[in-house]
């Protein structure tokens, strides 16, 4: 039986299908939830969220479902405040804050990102049954505490090289994320434009060369695609964008109609909205800052923050970063239940029309 | 049966296996005889050939084996010949002339791509049973004359829209060629770096918009990527490095050799061999000419062809085009039968591992 992987036995799930943690929104605690109840795995994108904010989503994951769910976090990175940068890039911005009626001189951010040891602690704290990360590995002290309270740990890999030094840090799980993925790249090791691997390459090769479980992420919007990945030897999957247009996702409603009308040629890799690569649907202001040498993650993504929250507020989706896949053809709008369901009915289809 | 397709009926083969048109060398009579002969389909790479070399070509193979065969051929396009951008290219390759025992003054290329009509004319003269075709599609008099001796034509997309441009052109099967693939993209209607989709998102959302086959390549090396491919809705694969390494391959020993010890990171876009983009293991060639601006395809193919040629002749691996799709970390040394055999064994394995 398809479904019946290592990935659904340790996560105490029915169906190896997780929603990613699209933070900044999409990922909800209303999605997650819905996920959850309907068999998957949902997913709180708590990257951009202080300890308090995520103690509040937990809390209201639980009120909803009494089934496992994940929460995502951003493993902090070193990065470089280069005030040289930092003006030339508030400079070429000013013409965006007076389009959307902002003052022209931006608020110098107190904090380009949260505190990540804030949000561990509530990890650890509300004993959140799966945590999955981004951007790097964690320290064996985090480990260590992470496996003292049963939590499952998920690393992001974007090369096979990543996955074997996820492996050893200790993760029960490692997510393949393919060029194809929507959002910001997970890349820790190499450069980003070195690390982009297409899924067909990518998946099988890093089933070879690591002992834990593989989950495909990346260009997967229904059952074929979930097919494609068990076949391929994964375990799971994650799906972002197929997740994001669903009626509980918190994502902008013109972020979710841009997803539902892309094509296959609409994504784009922009460093534009926060200094560090990501798949998104080209827009305006990824086209025009193609060209400005950008401050680091987080750096930049602190720069743009009233600049997105206002277009999200203006309706200008120009302004917005609509993070999304490359599979934005497929996509389609129902329920986060309804969504579950068609998926296991046509992977259960696409397994049965190869035999 | 998955090995019986829309694709294994209109070509007359076995197995829904598809030996890339490997051009310049790899894609030789030996190969696609080998192919052919067991039960795939063998094609000649025959891009850069002359008229009489393809019928020769064609000829050898006819001795080896009875069975269906493909020629592939490169559709020729606009291109510019800017003085100015040639004698700057020629300046900075200098350097490499002179490391390879080269003269100084390079010989200016009568032409610089064979001649189209002649390799087409030894298409239908030979009734050559396949002509599958990359870099654009036909006009209405070539697919009629090709209809009229009962080619079956294979046309190569790397969009939907390219998908669709061909099917309405008439040809019988489209390949998507996926952002994995190697060698050179068939990018024909966007920017190329409009159409990098991977194939987890590019193979499902080609099938839903045309009727005709839809043959899934880039980043397929083992029975695990033709299951996948097929569950997605190709209804034939068509694999390039898998076939590469291969003993009948026509390759350049260290080509093979790069091939055989890559691993996922290897391998890069670069217009440096040819002014086309295409997908190559990264030497020193790449790098050093990443800041050039190139002359057009195929201006720069003929230009640094004398270096590629005496690189192969010394063994200086760091001037030839290494052409290879992402997945080399799955590649193997045996025979094209071999090959054929273990890839049927093991999709008949991965088909099965599902249900």
Redesign the interface.
């Known amino acids: 039986m398809?479904s019946e992987t290592e990935v659904t036995r340790k996560l105490g799930v029915q169906y190896p299908i997780i929603q990613a943690g699209m933070a900044g929104g999409p990922a909800s605690p209303e999605l997650a939830a819905a996920v959850s109840e309907a068999g998957g795995l949902g997913t709180l994108g708590a990257g951009y969220w202080t300890g308090e904010q995520l103690r509040d989503a937990v809390r209201t994951v639980r009120r909803l479902t009494d089934r496992p769910f994940a929460v995502n976090l951003f493993v902090p990175e070193p990065y470089e405040v280069s005030e040289e940068r930092i003006s030339r890039v508030q400079e070429r911005m000013r013409r965006y804050r007076k389009e959307l009626g902002l003052s022209s001189e931006p608020q110098f951010p107190k904090q380009f990102a949260p505190a990540f040891e804030e949000q561990m602690e509530v990890v650890l704290e509300e004993r959140v049954p799966v945590l999955s990360f981004t951007f790097g590995k964690l320290g064996a002290e985090w480990m260590q505490a992470l496996k003292g309270r049963d939590v499952v740990v998920i690393g992001t890999a974007t090369?096979?090289?990543e996955a074997v030094t996820l492996e050893e840090s200790g993760v029960d799980m490692v997510v393949a994320q393919?060029?194809?993925a929507g959002g910001h790249r997970g890349t820790f090791l190499?450069r980003f434009d070195?690390?982009?691997?297409?899924?067909?390459?990518?998946i099988?090769?890093m089933v070879?060369a690591v002992r834990i479980p593989v989950i495909?992420a990346?260009?997967?919007?229904?059952g074929?695609?979930i097919?494609?990945?068990?076949?391929?030897?994964a375990q799971g999957v994650q799906l972002g964008t197929a997740f994001l247009t669903c009626r509980e996702s918190g994502a902008h409603p013109l972020h979710q109609q841009a997803v539902l009308s892309a094509?296959?040629?609409s994504t784009?890799l922009t460093r534009a909205f926060s200094g560090k690569p990501a798949r998104g649907i080209r827009n305006r202001f990824i086209e025009e800052m193609a060209d400005v040498e950008l401050p680091d993650y987080p750096v930049q993504n602190a720069l743009t923050r009233e600049i997105r929250q206002a277009a999200g507020k203006q309706g200008r989706s120009e302004f917005l970063s609509m993070w999304a896949?490359?599979?934005t053809?497929?996509s389609r709008e129902m329920t986060a239940e309804a969504l579950i369901q068609v998926l296991v009915k046509e992977t259960e289809k696409?397994?049965?029309?190869?035999?």
């Open positions: 398809w090369t096979v090289r393919a060029f194809e190499s070195e690390a982009l691997i297409g899924g067909m390459a990518l099988p090769a070879d495909a990346g260009g997967i919007m229904d074929r695609g097919s494609a990945a068990l076949t391929l030897g094509t296959d040629e784009t896949g490359q599979g053809r497929l696409a397994v049965s029309r190869l035999t």
